[in-house]
């Protein structure tokens, strides 16, 4: 995947473009996460689907912002599809953060988004990520920031990690991230539900992050949405990358006459 970027708020903000003729996917990470965890799902879904990856605010190679609000993350969104000029409404994958942004953003712009793949997103956030602030910091070896993220989450924030000439820290501000937190909770049923495109719905059930019989609740209470579970965690797409590839080229595959002209 090749690293372009676009201006957007002020801000520079970067995406791994996997490039061809294939039907454009616009693919939006998780909290403190970035674009690159995307790169086996381009792999799995090419030529067919060119998958375009965005690294969000705050995130990966993108710039820092005082402003890390849902304003700011859906203006983002729509921001880089104008910049992409896609024709035609999009395709939107997304993980926690990424896939509420998405919904929430079909939501403003229905007709501008064709179908939808969900994961591990939910209609009502309620998280607390204090824990993060202890991750602030300069650290001499790459193993001592590994060792200070701790062995459960450390294999999801290892691609942040970066070296500088005063020794290891991350791509994006902990503190920051853990104090926007609390703006972006709340109850997002009515952007969940305002919508018809197809959607694909996807559980981890061995998820901390998000209850699966909330994303049951969501499956049900939504209109043309296909709810699937994998044994995985709140990353699916990384605990299962294989699976997870085929059961989103299936609904691609599956649902073309039923977006095809949306």
């Known amino acids: 995947m090749k690293r372009l970027s676009f201006t957007h708020d002020g801000l520079k903000l970067s995406y791994l473009d996997q490039g061809g003729r294939g039907t454009p996917i616009i693919a939006l990470h998780a909290y403190w996460m970035e674009a690159g965890t ?3 799902l381009s792999a799995a879904l090419a030529p067919e689907w060119r998958v375009i990856a965005l690294d969000q605010r705050g995130h990966g190679h993108s710039d820092h912002s005082a402003d890390l609000s849902w304003d700011a993350f859906i203006g983002d969104l729509a921001a880089f599809l104008y910049h992409l000029e896609i024709d035609g409404p999009a395709i939107l994958i997304g993980n926690s953060l990424g896939g509420t942004a998405a919904f929430r953003y079909s939501a403003r712009n ?3 988004v064709r179908a939808m793949v969900i994961e591990e997103s939910s209609a009502e956030e309620d998280a607390d990520l204090d824990f993060m602030r202890e991750w602030t910091g300069i650290y001499p070896t790459r193993e001592a920031l590994a060792a200070k993220i701790g062995e459960r ?3 999801s924030v ?3 990690f970066r070296q500088t000439s005063e ?8 503190i920051a991230l853990a104090d926007a937190q609390a703006g972006l909770n709340g109850d997002f049923w009515s952007d969940w539900t305002s919508t018809e ?3 694909l ?5 061995d998820s901390r992050a998000v209850n699966g019989a909330m994303l049951e609740q969501m499956a049900a209470k939504r209109a043309n949405t296909d709810p699937v579970s994998f044994d995985a ?3 699916v797409h990384h605990d299962q990358p294989e699976a997870f590839a085929a059961s989103v080229k299936a609904f691609l595959v599956g649902n073309e006459d039923r977006y095809a002209n949306l």
Do not use: R
């Not at 020794?167 to 902990?174: D, E, S």
């Not at 719905?201 to 059930?205: D, T």
């Open 38 to 40: 995307y790169a086996d």
């Open 167 to 174: 020794g290891w820290t991350l791509a994006f501000p902990p």
């Open 233 to 235: 965690g709140h990353v």
């Open 153 to 155: 989450l450390a294999w």
């Open 110 to 112: 229905p007709d501008k």
């Open 201 to 205: 719905l996807i559980c981890g059930k």
């Open 197 to 199: 495109c197809p959607a």
């Open 158 to 160: 290892e691609p942040s």
